[in-house]
Nanobody, 127 residues
Framework: QVQLEESGGGSVQAGGSLRLSCTAS????????MAWFRQAPGKEREGVAT?????????ADTVRGRFTISQYKAKNTLTLYLQMNSLKLEDTAMYYC???????????????????WGQGTQVTVSS
């Protein structure tokens, strides 16, 4: 069963940048969708960005143009990245990576699509 582990969170001032990483191993899913979600206190978990086997990406409107999702595939490990630039106060949240079988779709920004989740990494943006 694939295990996901996020890293790279922290505290940053508004306008700054962070890069999150998520290591997925052992990773043997042939066709997959991987995603970043976030959840702020008192709010529902929301999709941030997705990427699939072919490298096709999707972004939530709130982060498009500021965040970039990417991936690196090794033999039995897949590493997911989220480069976050021009961070805003409202980007403060716990960030989770997720994955499951099948290509991403327009519905992939919904958390119910994914069966495998990491524990999350906290991102705090301050003024």
């Amino acid at each position: 069963q694939v295990q996901l582990e996020e890293s790279g969170g922290g505290s940053v001032q508004a306008g700054g940048s962070l890069r999150l990483s998520c290591t997925a191993s052992p990773y043997s899913i042939v066709r997959y969708c991987m995603a970043w979600f976030r959840q702020a206190p008192g709010k529902e978990r929301e999709g941030v960005a997705t990427i699939d086997t072919d490298g096709t990406t999707r972004y939530a409107d709130t982060v498009r143009g500021r965040f970039t999702i990417s991936q690196y595939k090794a033999k039995n490990t897949l590493t997911l990245y989220l480069q976050m630039n021009s961070l805003k106060l409202e980007d403060t949240a716990m960030y989770y990576c997720a994955t499951d079988h099948g290509d991403c779709s327009s519905a992939s920004l919904s958390p119910g699509v994914f069966g495998y989740w990491g524990q999350g990494t906290q991102v705090t943006v301050s003024s």
